[in-house]
């Protein structure tokens, strides 16, 4: 077990930390560059490098389905589409047979995080690629909260080195509440400015203090001018279903797009404000469904709406998919296919102010192209990436490199001391035999949470949870100040002696354990302690399941299936300890996120969100 007396020791600056693993990678070619090579090519001047030939392109600028077409590739670019490329064909060129089947472009993620998947931006790509994603816009404010913006750089750099698309958006928030959390590093207006200047950042991460930015918050303010001036896009985080002036206010302050919304009304108020509704479907984010009929039936123009996943864990990733899953879920909830594959391939590409380089097969774009016998069941057969085969039916076949990530990234976990169940012990109002909690309410399928209250039992000074209410504890574990702050949740179904603790915690990342037992509590804590973060889940004194997640309390380097082997003995645990919810570690590792209403637990109290204020665990019997 890791256990410290002191403060976690800083990390060295971003700039002096990064390998130079990114700025010596060969970038990929800007199209300038090879324009000469692609006219040529274009013309029959030069042969390609490789033709798909008699394929049915479809046409995302057009929304056509066109059969009877080729395209042609060069340094790694598409040089044309037309109906016969034979003429670009040379001694040297690779032919791929078609078939007829339909050509699209390589899917595009517009928000997510790489670390939910429990993965590295290098295993990640390796379970996604197969999937046909070929593009993610990522926002590493995980790794943000545990070790600042040394943990961005490293996020960034591994991205630059692999073989698809991922652009890092810079962590905006961190604590994504200030004054309501203790974080392990905050990002500054001035992190922000320096981070534009990296060659894959694309914008700023989402703008999750829209209280802050409704309220014209400095230093919110400073962090948006500073993307602004970089001519780059900021990310938006909306959650709150108050759609008056404060909704007014935070467009007026600049974020560009929004994934939080959960109904029809969310979507329509965003894109009438001019901003992009992003429409999620994660691991346990089910938001598409309740937003796209603005679309199939308000007729809203759809251009101005992008597919996203915001968060999956690896066991979606292997089993479910990734994009393609979201682009099939929009088709069976009744959007037009060729529709839904504009809001996952063009509509992200022109959000992010990269229309001209993917997000479609036209000449000039990167050579991102799935080969597919269904657009509605959306079956991934061949995955090309900036025109080379990197899939094939549902195996990646190229290498994704690894970042070589410090100790510094792998020892965060910092208790003062080993905990035992008296750390868990809530103490009653003096004199009481009974108490009314405050009690957050998880909700299956969606982020936010009730604010539920419950009268419960008083045993020798302690309140005691029973029923449908357990005990949620998060444990400080940046600066081992020996933290606890406990308090009570309600609706995972939890029955007998059990305990299930994760260092991943949003977005504070601190250690937060649910149980029904204090000794089970105390056991888990202690576990992650030992291997250096992860998830445990302790039933009558034995463990049943360990995901060890070394890289920041946050991800593991091992390959997705293996995570996800580790993470289904996770689930069935949870399972025979009672809970049926959907994918309920999602909803575990949330509930510290103290920007989504309607009550959170972070290292300073319970918090509602509605308010944004810290209130008492306990209220007056009536």
């Not at 339909?102 to 939910?116: K, N």
């Amino acid at each position: 077990m890791k256990l410290s007396q002191q403060v976690t020791p800083g990390l060295a600056p971003a700039h002096d930390l990064a390998t130079n693993w990114a700025m010596e990678h060969k970038a990929f070619p800007a199209w300038p560059d090879v324009a000469a090579r692609l006219i040529a090519v274009a013309t029959g001047r030069e042969a390609a490098d490789l033709v798909i030939k008699g394929g049915a392109w479809v046409n995302v600028h057009s929304r056509e389905v066109l059969p009877g077409h080729d395209i042609a590739i060069a340094a790694g670019r598409i040089a044309c589409v037309v109906p016969d490329a034979s003429y670009c064909i040379g001694p040297e060129t690779e032919v791929v047979e078609a078939r007829g089947r339909y050509m699209i472009p390589g899917l595009c993620d517009g928000h997510m995080h790489i670390e939910s998947g429990m993965l590295t931006p290098a295993e990640f790509a390796r379970a996604v690629i197969p999937h046909g994603t070929t593009t993610m816009f990522t926002d590493p404010h995980e790794i943000a909260n545990v070790l600042g913006l040394a943990g961005v750089r490293m996020m960034h750099d591994e991205a630059l080195l692999q073989p698809i698309n991922i652009f890092t958006q810079m962590p905006s928030c961190a604590p994504s509440a200030p004054g309501l959390e203790t974080t392990g590093y905050e990002i500054s207006a001035e992190d922000v400015a320096e981070a534009m200047g990296w060659p894959g950042i694309i914008g700023l991460g989402e703008m999750m203090n829209f209280p802050g930015v409704a309220a014209a918050d400095p230093k919110m303010l400073a962090e948006i001018a500073a993307t602004q001036r970089a001519g780059k896009t900021v990310g938006g985080h909306y959650a709150s279903p108050d759609l008056g002036p404060d909704f007014a206010g935070y467009v007026a302050g600049g974020p560009a797009d929004d994934h939080e919304g959960t109904c029809e009304a969310d979507a329509i108020a965003r894109v009438r404000q001019g901003m992009r509704s992003m429409m999620r479907l994660g691991s346990a984010w089910y938001d598409v469904e309740t937003q796209i009929t603005a679309v199939t039936e308000k007729g809203l123009d759809p251009r101005n709406f992008i597919l996203c996943t915001d968060d999956c864990h690896s066991g979606t990733l292997v089993h479910d998919g990734h994009m393609n899953r979201v682009v099939r879920h929009a088709i069976a909830c009744g959007c037009d296919p060729l529709v839904a594959l504009q809001m996952a391939t063009i509509n992200t590409a022109t959000h992010f102010g990269l229309e001209r380089e993917l997000g479609s097969l036209t000449p000039g774009r990167r050579a991102d192209v799935i080969l597919t016998s269904d657009l509605t069941t959306l079956p991934i057969e061949q995955v090309f990436a900036r025109g080379q085969l990197v899939a094939e039916n549902g195996v990646c076949l190229v290498d994704c490199p690894h970042y070589d990530w410090p100790d510094t990234a792998r020892n965060t976990v910092h208790l003062r001391h080993e905990l035992s169940g008296r750390d868990f012990e809530i103490a009653a109002p003096e004199g009481a035999n009974a108490v009314r909690a405050n009690v957050i309410g998880v909700i299956e399928n969606q982020a936010p949470t009730k604010a539920l209250k419950a009268d419960l039992p008083v045993r020798d000074g302690l309140v005691e949870a029973e029923g449908e209410v357990c005990q949620i504890a998060l444990v400080e574990r940046h600066r081992a100040t020996g933290g606890v702050t406990n308090a009570f949740v309600s609706g995972f179904g939890y029955v007998g002696r059990m305990a299930m603790a994760s260092t991943v915690a949003h977005d504070s990342h601190h250690m937060i354990v649910v149980g029904t037992d204090r000794d089970q509590m105390a056991l888990a804590a202690n576990r992650l302690a030992e291997v250096g973060g992860g998830i445990t889940l302790f039933r009558e004194g034995e463990e049943q399941a360990l995901v060890e997640l070394p890289i920041a309390g946050l991800m593991s380097d091992a390959p997705a299936s293996e995570v996800a082997e580790k993470a289904a003995v996770l689930m069935q645990a949870m399972q025979d300890c009672g809970c049926t919810l959907n994918n309920a570690y999602m909803q575990h590792s949330l509930l510290a996120l103290v920007v989504i209403p309607e009550l959170r637990i972070s290292d300073l109290g319970l918090i509602d969100v509605r308010t944004f204020q810290k209130i008492d665990l306990f209220e007056p019997l009536s």
